[in-house]
């Protein structure tokens, strides 16, 4: 799953802030970026880096990032849980914060709350690095504190002089980082987990659409690792969803994503309808949560549409989650995240696995908070699986 995150974050990095499906065909062709690329990426302080092919982007970090702050835990044989685990995850964000050097008034706050005394792994270090961050996320890392159910965050900045950010936070930033709280709270119910991940968010995301979107993002994960049917178990998530206070316009996406029309064998077709999808919702901004949660789902019901190997049906789902011109790295980060859970590590695409940078530091932070999985929780799982078959 988390590979598979990274290899759809490493797609559609390239294309991030291209303004029309125009501009990405006439670089990549009629059916859009099909393979890793190099690039140059223009960051949103107008800084051009070049990166090579196979560069993960914030989306990736910030999902490592939330695995590093289980990890401390599990050294120091504390029950890895999401509410014991927060104040570390809390550090590892504010750290990578702090690397953000390109407004170095959040950096400087992010390095002011930090605990230095930490020592962070050498795995997780190149995903410190300055990268393309959400000002929204950098400004709720400015705070001496992160958001809860009971205190959500709060801030308001002038960047520049000019930009105003304020909270509450409507944007995507916390939907693809609840992918570990999917594979470690496979033990809860449908509802705990939904929970977990709704906490997880809020520590920068405070408005119910980024939050709920978060854990939308999540059950849909969760119910990839089980095994079940993907327009079941998001028809299931009324029941719990209905639970949270402004639940209904989450909702009304979601319904707009499932009654929007499938039709594999129109691929340019697909791709004009999936890059008008948010303004059909009524969102002119591309880059909120609601409007990427409707091009996650709607991409992803292209899966039980292609029968083709699983490798190539990776390949074919993530390039539909990034030919657009919304937040592509993050829709393809998390279509790819459900692919990867869903098919496993052994149907990733070879070609862009051994393209992928940093391939053995994603292992080896994974590796160690999986390592904080009991074996009875597994053995459930495995019989969960099996009895959806």
């Known amino acids: 799953m988390i590979f598979g995150g ?65 990890n401390k835990n599990i050294e120091k044989n504390i029950e890895p849980s999401l509410d014991n685990s927060l104040p570390m995850i809390w550090q590892a964000y504010l750290k990578w ?16 709350y930090s605990d230095r005394s930490i020592q962070w792994s050498d795995d997780i270090k190149p995903f410190f690095q300055t990268q393309g961050a959400g000002l929204s996320t950098l400004a709720a890392l400015s705070k001496g504190y992160y958001g809860t159910p009971e205190t959500p965050i709060k801030y308001y900045f002038l960047v520049e002089g000019v930009r105003r950010v304020i909270s509450p936070n409507l944007g995507c930033g916390a939907m693809m980082r609840t992918a570990p709280i999917a594979m470690l709270t496979l033990h809860q119910s449908d509802e705990e987990t939904f929970q977990e991940a709704c906490k997880l968010a809020m520590t920068t995301h ?150 992928l940078r940093f391939k053995d530091n994603i292992r080896n932070i994974t590796n160690r908070a999986c390592s904080g999985i009991a074996v009875e929780t597994m053995e459930n799982v495995r019989r969960e699986r099996e009895n959806t078959l």
């Not at 859009?32 to 989306?59: C, N, W």
């Open 6 to 70: 990274a290899l759809g974050d490493a797609l559609g990095g390239p294309i991030e802030f291209h303004k029309n499906l125009l501009e990405i065909t006439s670089r990549f062709g009629e059916n859009g970026i099909q393979e890793l690329e190099r690039y140059y990426h223009k960051d949103m302080f107008l800084e051009m880096r070049r990166l090579p092919a196979g560069s993960v982007t914030d989306d990736t970090a910030m999902t490592l990032l939330t695995l590093e702050g289980y």
């Open 97 to 112: 914060g702090s690397q953000q050097t390109r407004n170095e008034a959040f950096a400087a706050l992010a390095r002011h």
């Open 206 to 355: 405070g408005h119910p659409d980024s939050y709920l979107s978060a854990a939308v993002v999540n059950h849909i994960l969760r119910g990839a690792l089980l095994n079940k049917p993907f327009s079941k178990n998001i028809q299931n998530l009324k029941s719990i969803i209905s639970n949270y206070d402004g639940h209904e316009n989450c909702w009304r996406v979601i319904e707009g994503a499932l009654t929007e029309k499938v039709d594999v064998s129109e691929p340019q077709r697909t791709m004009i309808r999936m890059d008008q999808l948010p303004g059909k919702l009524g969102f002119s901004n591309k880059f909120l949560a609601l409007p990427v949660l409707a091009q996650v789902i709607y991409a992803l019901r292209h899966d039980g549409q292609i029968h083709r190997l699983y490798t190539t049906r990776f390949k074919d789902i993530t390039r539909l989650a990034v030919n657009h011109s919304g937040d592509t790295d993050s829709v393809g980060s998390m279509c790819g995240q459900y692919m990867g859970a869903k098919y496993g590590i052994e149907y990733l695409p070879f070609d862009w696995m051994a393209t």
